[in-house]
């Protein structure tokens, strides 16, 4: 049974960094791609950053230059490097994996990943 755990949310105040970790486990299939989506209360999920299976990266651009979205294939694991936070950076959020590779193309939407972690808090006081 595939699992996704994300683990590394917290309380930071803005200017602050935080790493986000997704452990995978149980997959017996390829994941063509991995994403971060996060939602904030009263909002709907909305993508953040995604990398493909050659390792190909795309950012929203509300956090483009602020996140780094990367992989560790030997320990199954995604991340996401966040820098320079701001409070509106504050949501839960998500891991999502999918073996289509097309989920990685353009806009990322939710429909996008048959996959999801139980996410993980990230608040920012300013």
């Known amino acids: 049974q595939v699992q996704l755990v994300e683990s590394g949310g917290g309380s930071v105040q803005a200017g602050g960094s935080l790493r986000l970790s997704c452990a995978a486990y149980?997959?017996?299939?390829?994941?063509?791609?991995w994403a971060w989506f996060r939602q904030a209360p009263g909002k709907e999920r909305e993508g953040v950053a995604a990398?493909?299976?050659?390792?190909?990266?795309s950012y929203a651009d509300f956090v483009k230059g602020r996140f780094t979205v990367s992989q560790d294939n030997a320990k199954n694991t995604l991340y996401l490097q966040m820098n320079n936070l701001k409070p509106e950076d504050t949501a839960m959020y998500y891991c999502?994996?999918?073996?289509?590779?097309?989920?990685?193309?353009?806009?990322?939407?939710?429909?996008?990943?048959?996959?999801w972690g139980q996410g993980t808090q990230v608040t920012v006081s300013s």
């Open positions: 149980g997959y017996t299939y390829i994941v063509n791609c």
């Open positions: 990398i493909n299976d050659v390792g190909s990266t």
């Open positions: 999502a994996a999918d073996f289509r590779s097309s989920s990685c193309r353009g806009l990322l939407r939710v429909g996008g990943f048959g996959d």
